[in-house]
């Protein structure tokens, strides 16, 4: 019989350690330092976020997004904004994106306000993307219920069809979100599972850094 007990499940963590005197001052240059270093080891979706947002009753959904930017303006990501998250987003702008980096034992959260970018954003960055891709995003409305999948690609044939020469404009739903960071935190996996933890959060125009317990 299958056991669905995942009490044995475990495993150590046995990253180095992160201590206080080794943190940037500023939050984003940890950042960046930390997905240069998962980067150059080569591991997959290094960028892959899960962001979570609530209705405006508070109901939670996360789902995985692709980090496209970050700069301290923002991190951003590109979706429709008639999916969930993007009904979310309208009508409760505040979201948090999770990095769970496995091959580091490293875990990153971001907490703030979201903001719609303006459409040349999404317009440039659209157009840098693969013709399918393209096609693909430009062929349904995220989220919503289709019949069958061949009814997504009947769709796509009729675009290419349509415009042959791949230029398939971009759906004016499908658009860039930035996150405004508050709230950072940085967790690294120690032994025994007393593991390191550091938030930062913004008060007046400061980054305030305190050591959580793990
Ligand atoms: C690795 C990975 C990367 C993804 N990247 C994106 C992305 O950048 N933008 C996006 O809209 N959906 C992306 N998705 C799909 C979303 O997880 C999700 O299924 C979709 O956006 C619909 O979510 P919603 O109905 O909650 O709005 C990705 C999924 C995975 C597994």
Redesign the pocket.
Known sequence: MTNHDQHRTRRDYLGDALMRADLHADPFQQFSEWLQEVIDLGSK?AT?MALATADADGAP?A????LKQHTPAGFV????SR????RDLASNPRAELLFYWRDLDRQVRVRGSVSALPSERADQYFHSRPEGSRFSTAAAQ??AVVANREELESRIQELEARYPDGNVPRPEAWIGYCLEPRYFEFWQGRVNRLHDRFRYVLKDGTWLIDRLAP
């Open positions: 979706d892959a959904t789902r995985t997004v692709l990501w590109f979706t429709d999916s969930h998250k993007g995220q989220s």
